[in-house]
């Protein structure tokens, strides 16, 4: 079964800063996604960004991107210029590949943004 | 809006007692999925399914049984709700295409007293 590690249970920014959340992960597949979902209070999954392993650029979105280093099984996320709508839990989930295409996500960070 | 409704979005219920949640989407996709979410456990897999009466177990499917007789819906059944059921359950598709993300219900809150 596919495990996947975020060693951060909680983490806290102030406003304008920079933070990063980690992600380690473990697969036999050589074709995968990696993904990071973003749950505010209000419990919506948001889908914050996506990174095809077999390429090499990291992803970006906005004031979100993603250091992936595949040999590492590595995936983190960071966030430029914290805003207050930041504060939310984040999962990092790869998929299975395949054709079923389950996600397993990790446990979470709690990450709150100060003003 | 992934088009996707859960219901109830919350329901209390005893221990011993059936339960159903219904996931209903509107866009015809192949795959659907149930997870349920506990503090410090992140979303775990429940079932999937991958068309109409193709369905499979996760990681903690225990419990469950699902059933998707149309394509459309996807439910989750308790037989005998117990405590350890108590949680908030997510429903999500698979849209087709590049990414295999998924896109989530707005979950149901279950709790079996």
């Known amino acids: 079964a596919q495990t996947v590690t975020q060693s951060q249970p909680e983490m806290s920014v102030q406003e304008a800063e920079t933070v990063t959340l980690s992600c380690t992960y473990d697969t036999s597949e050589s074709n995968y996604y990696l993904f990071w979902y973003k749950q505010p209070p209000s419990r919506q999954m948001i889908l914050v960004i996506r990174?095809?392993?077999?390429?090499?650029q990291n992803a970006t979105e906005n004031r979100f991107s993603v250091n992936f280093q595949k040999a590492a099984k590595s995936f983190s996320l960071k966030i430029s210029d914290s805003q207050l709508g930041d504060t939310a839990m984040y999962f990092c989930?790869?998929?299975?590949?395949?054709?079923?295409?389950?996600?397993?996500f990790g446990k979470g960070t709690l990450l709150t943004v100060n003003p | 809006d992934a088009g996707i409704t859960q219901s109830p979005r919350h329901k209390v219920t005893e221990t011993g007692t059936p339960v159903t949640l219904r996931c209903h989407q509107t866009e015809n996709h192949r795959y659907m999925y149930w997870y349920r979410q506990d503090p410090g456990h992140g979303l775990r897999l429940i079932h999937y399914?991958?068309?109409?009466?193709?369905?499979d177990k996760g990681e903690v499917s225990d419990g469950y049984s699902v059933s998707r007789s149309k394509t459309e819906d996807f439910l989750l059944t308790l037989e005998s709700a117990t405590s350890s059921q108590t949680s908030v359950y997510f429903c999500a598709i698979r849209r087709s295409g590049v990414g295999g993300e998924l896109f989530f219900g707005e979950g149901s809150r279950l709790t079996v007293l």
């Open positions: 990174q095809e392993a077999y390429k090499q």
């Open positions: 399914s991958y068309g109409v009466k193709d369905t």
């Open positions: 989930a790869p998929n299975s590949g395949g054709s079923n295409y389950k996600l397993t």
